[in-house]
């Protein structure tokens, strides 16, 4: 080790520090990576591993991407999961001049990135501190490319699962938490079941409550947590304590635009569970994963980045309070009927950056000349959209209106100081306009003047010598030479100092030339100098009005959020809905956003709905495969969050009772590979249900229990709706799809239990789809008709139909099920079953049938005796 190169004595020592990472040593023009790093970064980013003699025994692995380039490569490991620590050559007045010494100037992790190349536009990039506490569990986000900070914590028995909700809503880039579990429960490995993320146990002692509390003061500069609202929230200062030492740790910065931090409780938004945001498609499709088909497809017509990005945040946190949801819909209500005031809005949008971005940048000290007139830009159009907003009157736009900052100081000082096409670089001169620092106009007019020296010199050297090919130019050995041609050197004077001899020419320096360029090159290299403290100094005094930018910025995400909402519902004839207090939900001819969207004009057929927590509580739906059930209760559940984002709902009349959750198991679930069959999949969906759902919740079933056993399936589902329809266990509004016909006896049995069925035609042998919902239960499946409409075989559909024939002629009718006599009282479930229809011959039957507990037998238990008899009967 004695031998080390100072260099690689350097790396290691930083190394040390860094072990989590992969560090990017600067070496002149590259960064360079060494020993397993290397090894790693060419595995990688495929680029080619060498060796570097370092004073060890063996050359040690070595690999480099070149500076200008280090962002698209740092953006490949980031996605793959690494850190990046970067280590540039610092300026260290301590160490000996000669000594370049490098330092760790920034960590990258996929939650931390700031750089715009790196992050998705329409999307935040949020880091999430997850604290898990003896009294409750707190988490805290950020995103610090825009400076939002956020928290809130949980406790008692629902802190876990409220913290998958919210896990699975924020879907950050990156966790930090101070342990892996939870009264017992694994909280790392449920995260990781669904989230594929970047999941770190960070210092514990960063969570610990006293120095948690200190380091949120030191932050924002203040003597108590009242003002931030984290008096008595433990949980909420531990998990923003430890994020905010995290940040400070890795991007060596005061983050200085993290100047707010905002407490909520998951009450104030509606709580959609991981499989909920899933199955109803909000950001995303289920299969592809991609945003076009999804309900922020449809509702996306923002302007902006930052409006994209909010407009994302409604769709992912449906309100509640029934104030704010008002107040969003008067808004669009009011931009819908205003189609030119719209256009005008969204005209000027269309020239606003992305404001948020930008001054995280600015006050992060990563902003260039360009981001400076990309905000100067956006502000000129400030004042326009302010005059257009003038004569508007709902209060939400007030409200916009009332916090859009013009912000005239910043853009005068911007306009006065940066030229208007300036270079990507800061360090490269051209950035700062003359008149803005006489020092620099003296210096460029040295430059400029200088540069009518050297032509008039030309000139005059041409006339005294008479050749006539001579000329004055510059490269970086020898400056400034005058260069004559071989056939000419016999007239080259005899002043004229030699400098070097080229194939065809010789070229030559002369008092009065150097006098010249010591004039140019002293300038030129003063005013780079200089232009370079100017920007500096004109971007951190923009840095300290970063608050009123973010303030600015999101009053105009807001707008734009909102004009989206009212150029989609004036575009495909939205309608304002009613919100209610009460439980009520009544749509006339709703339509699904998305299907609709997806089909040709008018074909889609729109249907109601009529829901309350009395007696339409619960709705069984059957109908033929691909009638349409499953589109018809998405529809529902998106009409209800729509109306709860504040955007107006595909319908022509809707009244939407505030809904507290939206639960929904559909369909086959794509969580195979997690280890779960189907049908613990759909059991465990079910379970979080049952755990969960409240009175005010609404919840959307299609068909629960298929993927078992016809007689198991039937008896969970039954038991299903039993419970979900009882008001002392939920009694939550209901729609539950199902091909279990026999599910239509509950209507009339149990209270607020009606049947609906989505009707078809038969047209000689086969089905027309009429897709309207009607009361009543279906009397046929229809499944071989629809087989048939799929393309298979003729050979298998007749075949199919036979042995349908034949298994119902030979199955049990269903008088054989067990049904209740008397039409249900009040009681429930004391009431009386008969079994009819066993032949008492068989003695085995008949004492099977007299152990039966007639009365408390409940149907669930009924189910899986009748299946059993009737095994028995085939014996
Ligand atoms: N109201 C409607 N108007 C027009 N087309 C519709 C309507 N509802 C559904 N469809 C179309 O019918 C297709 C099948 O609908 P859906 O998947 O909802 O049927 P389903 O009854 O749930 O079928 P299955 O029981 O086989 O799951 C949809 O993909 C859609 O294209």
Same mark, same amino acid.
Request: with cysteine; charged share 25%.
């Given at each position: ?146 400076? +939002? =900070?956020?928290? %809130?914590?949980?406790?008692?028995? &629902?802190?876990? $699962?409220? !913290? ?92 200085n635009h993290m100047n707010h931090v905002k407490f909520y409780t998951s009450e104030q938004y509606m709580i959609l569970d991981k ?5 109803? +498609? =909000?950001?995303? %499709?289920?299969?592809?994963?991609? &945003?076009?088909? $999804?309900? !922020? ?111 005239e100081d910043i853009y005068h000082l911007i306009h006065n100081a940066i030229v208007e096409n300036p270079p990507l670089g800061i ?264 755990n969960n759902a409240t009175t005010k919740s609404l919840i959307i079933l299609d068909e629960i229990g298929r993927g078992t056993s ?166």
């Amino acid at each position: 080790m004695e031998n080390l190169t100072p260099m690689m004595r350097q790396y290691l020592e930083l190394k040390e520090s860094y072990k989590d990472c992969i560090l990017f040593f600067r070496l002149g023009d590259f960064y360079e990576m060494f020993f397993e790093d290397a090894l790693t970064a060419a595995r990688e980013l495929e680029i080619t591993l060498t060796g570097r003699d370092c004073g060890l025994a063996e050359r040690a692995p070595m690999c480099g991407v070149p500076y200008h380039a280090a962002d698209n490569y740092i953006s490949k490991l980031i996605d793959k999961g690494y850190k990046v620590a970067i280590g540039e050559q610092v300026e260290d007045p301590a160490v000996a001049k000669g000594i370049v010494r490098r330092d760790v100037v920034r960590v990258i992790t996929p939650g931390t990135l700031i750089d715009p190349h790196l992050l998705p536009e329409k999307e935040n990039n949020y880091i999430m501190s997850i604290f898990l506490g003896k009294s409750g569990i707190g988490i805290t986000f950020a995103d610090i490319s825009t400076g +939002e =900070l956020r928290t %809130t914590e949980f406790s008692g028995s &629902k802190a876990n $699962s409220s !913290l998958l909700d919210e896990v699975a809503k924020i879907s950050p880039k990156e966790i930090i938490m101070n342990d892996t579990e939870y009264h017992g429960t694994s909280v790392e490995t449920t995260i990781k079941s669904f989230l594929s993320i970047n999941l770190y146990i960070f210092d514990t002692w960063a969570f610990e409550n006293n120095f948690a509390e200190k380091k949120i003061k030191d932050h924002y500069h203040i003597l108590s947590l009242d003002g931030l609202g984290l008096v008595d929230k433990p949980n909420s200062v531990a998990a923003t304590g430890a994020l905010l030492e995290y940040l400070q740790q890795t991007q060596k910065s005061t983050l200085n635009h993290m100047n707010h931090v905002k407490f909520y409780t998951s009450e104030q938004y509606m709580i959609l569970d991981k499989f909920t945001r899933r199955n109803l +498609e =909000l950001t995303e %499709t289920m299969r592809d994963k991609v &945003k076009k088909g $999804s309900l !922020l497809w449809v509702l996306d017509r923002t302007s902006t980045a930052m409006g994209a990005r909010i407009l994302r945040r409604w769709v992912e946190e449906p309100l509640r309070d029934i104030q704010a949801i008002v107040t969003r819909l008067e808004v669009v209500d009011e931009l819908k009927n205003n189609l030119l005031l719209r256009e005008d809005l969204k005209e000027l949008l269309n020239q606003v950056y992305d404001l948020e971005r930008l001054a995280g940048r600015i006050a992060y000290g990563n902003a260039n000349g360009r981001d400076l007139i990309a905000l100067k830009l956006s502000l000129e159009v400030l004042p326009q959209i302010k005059n257009l907003l003038n004569s508007i009157h709902a209060d939400g736009l007030k409200a916009i209106l009332a916090q859009i900052d013009t912000l005239e100081d910043i853009y005068h000082l911007i306009h006065n100081a940066i030229v208007e096409n300036p270079p990507l670089g800061i360090k490269e001169g051209g950035l700062i306009k003359d008149s803005y620092d006489p020092e620099i106009a003296v210096l460029r007019e040295a430059i400029t003047n200088g540069k009518t020296w050297i032509t008039n010199l030309e000139h005059q050297e041409r006339q005294s010598t008479g050749i006539k090919s001579l000329k004055i130019s510059y490269n970086k050995v020898f400056g400034y030479y005058i260069e004559i041609t071989k056939s000419n050197i016999g007239l080259a004077p005899k002043h004229y100092e030699r400098k070097q001899t080229l194939a065809n020419a010789e070229r030559y320096i002369i008092p009065e030339l150097k006098e010249i360029e010591s004039k140019i090159l002293g300038a030129e290299e003063k005013i780079v100098e200089l232009e370079y403290q100017v920007f500096i100094q004109v971007r951190n005094e923009i840095s300290q009005y970063t608050e009123r930018i973010q303030t600015t910025a999101s009053a105009l995400a807001q707008l734009d959020g909102l004009l989206s909402f009212a150029e989609v519902s004036d575009k495909s004839g939205y309608v304002k809905p009613e919100i209610s207090q009460d439980d009520r939900l009544e749509i006339i001819n709703g339509r699904h956003p998305v299907v609709e969207r997806s089909m040709a004009f008018g074909s889609f057929v729109a249907n109601d709905t009529s829901l309350d927590t009395g007696k339409n509580r619960f709705a069984i739906i059957t109908g033929p495969n691909m009638a349409g059930k499953s589109t018809y209760m998405r529809q529902v559940a998106l009409i209800v969050l729509m109306a709860q984002i504040g955007c107006f709902v595909p319908a022509d009349q809707a009244t939407i009772g505030i809904v507290d959750r939206i639960f929904t198991r559909v369909g086959a679930s794509d969580d195979l590979s997690q280890g779960q069959s189907t049908f613990m999949v759909e059991m465990s969906e079910l379970a979080n249900i049952l755990n969960n759902a409240t009175t005010k919740s609404l919840i959307i079933l299609d068909e629960i229990g298929r993927g078992t056993s016809t007689y198991d399936g039937l008896s969970i589902a039954w038991a299903v709706v039993e419970y979900i329809s009882n008001h002392e266990n939920i009694g939550a509004r209901t729609l539950f799809a199902t091909h279990y016909h026999e599910l239509t006896e509950l209507e009339g049995i149990i209270e607020g239990v009606n049947n609906y069925c989505i009707s078809v035609k038969e047209h000689g042998d086969d089905i027309i789809f009429l897709r309207k919902i009607i009361p009543g239960g279906a009397d046929q499946s229809y499944g071989i008709q629809v087989a048939k409409l799929a393309g298979i075989t003729d050979a298998v559909i007749t075949r199919a139909k036979q042995i349908l024939q034949e298994l119902e002629a030979n199955d049990i009718n269903r008088s054989k099920l067990p049904q209740r006599v008397n039409k249900p009282s009040k009681k429930g479930r004391e009431e009386q079953y008969q079994i009819t229809m066993f032949s008492d011959s068989n003695e085995d039957i008949l004492n099977e049938l007299k152990s039966i507990d007639i009365v408390n037998i409940t149907p669930m238990e009924a189910m899986n005796r009748l299946y059993k008899l009737v095994n028995m009967t085939k014996k």
